[in-house]
């Protein structure tokens, strides 16, 4: 069942709104600033002149037992609007999504909207934080967890071809959700976080707590710790019970931890790991210590242990780039990339 869509096709030559929405952000699910529909350009090519470096792009992805999670980078396709944009989806299986949009605004920016479009405008419905986009199949609700943003349901134009498709008396409106939220003043900086979701049970379920700088969620018994004080831009850490981290996204499992876009974790005072660049770490702790990596750029990451490990692998393959203290415990030399390491 589709539950949010875009404009579709419509004529290149014949519809007014073509140039203006359709082919536009305001089209599709994107992220305006100031309400405007034109407020990305279109990227500059990968692989072309070499000076063009305004494109989005994609600087995370992992994986791990129940979900994946994938993040970008968009502020180079904003028209010098947006000094800092990432859009981030963390999955869990099998039908949620939490998006997490890191903004931050030059002083021309008075507003930010995330828009989600639905089929049809009456499919929207919105009561307190939540908004439901009801189809034949089921349901999708977003429910936010941004303090302060405004959610409104909006009509929308029909382009050349949907209005040719259908009878003019029968005809229904399409619209779409827009959540508002103000940069004006000092506060330059939000962050979005939204629950997408076509499991009823769990959205009925879901405990969240909101905190100035974080928030928790709880999704199918696992708590997943948000940073909402922008840290990527600013570095900056939150701390929930003995955590404390600048991690976007932090998990603790039974057989270890995950810790997304992080440079450190600290676990009653005590660092459990650092890392010169933001790195993504999938850690199981048993007989042998399983890390998955994921990281933009090559980096060292430190981590802590009690005695010299006899063997690091690297996806399988015996690692030498690595030196272990009792003071500093063990570090490691990591590519840029993904991999699995194996300590034992």
């Known amino acids: 069942e589709e539950f949010l869509g875009e404009m579709g096709k419509s004529g290149y030559y014949n519809d007014p709104w073509y140039q203006k929405l359709v082919i536009q952000p305001g089209g599709h699910n994107c992220i305006l600033v100031n309400g405007n529909p034109e407020s990305q350009r279109a990227g500059d090519l990968l692989r072309d002149v070499s000076a063009w470096k305004d494109y989005a792009s994609i600087t995370d992805f992992t994986t791990f037992d129940g979900g994946a999670f994938v993040s970008g980078r968009l502020e180079r396709i904003y028209k010098d609007t ?19 949009d890191e903004i931050l605004g030059t002083t021309s920016v008075n507003t930010v909207e995330l828009r989600f479009h639905a089929p049809m405008k009456e499919d ?38 949907e209005f040719g498709s259908e009878n003019a008396i029968t005809m229904k409106s399409r619209g779409f959700l827009q959540l508002t939220a103000e940069l004006n ?9 939204n629950v997408l979701s076509t499991d ?17 969620i709880s999704i199918n018994g696992a708590e997943y710790y948000i940073n909402t004080s922008n840290g990527a831009t600013a570095g900056k850490a939150f701390t929930e019970g003995m955590i404390t981290t600048d991690a976007l996204v932090y998990s603790l499992r039974p057989e270890g931890y995950i810790a997304i876009r992080a440079t450190n974790l600290e676990v009653e005072g005590e660092k459990l790991f650092s890392s010169e660049k933001p790195i993504s770490l999938v850690i199981r702790d ?14 060292e990451l430190w981590l802590k242990f009690t005695s010299k490990p006899k063997r690091v692998t690297l996806d399988g393959n015996k690692y030498r780039d690595w030196k272990y203290s009792r003071k500093s415990g063990l570090r490691l030399e990591l590519p840029a990339g993904s991999g699995m390491i194996g300590i034992m």
């Open 124 to 161: 929207i419905t919105v009561s307190g934080n939540d908004a439901h986009i009801t189809r034949p199949a089921g349901t999708l609700t977003i429910r936010t967890l941004t303090e302060g943003s405004t959610p409104k349901i909006m009509k929308r134009p029909l382009t050349i071809t």
């Open 286 to 299: 048993s007989t042998i210590m399983t890390i998955g990596y994921s990281a933009s750029e090559q980096t």
């Open 82 to 100: 947006l000094e800092y944009l990432r859009r981030s989806a963390l999955y869990i299986e099998p039908r949620t999504v939490v998006l997490i």
């Open 200 to 216: 009823s049970t769990l959205m009925a379920n879901l405990n969240e707590k909101n905190y100035s700088d974080h928030a928790v």
């Open 185 to 193: 003043g000092n506060t330059r900086e939000t962050t979005f976080v």
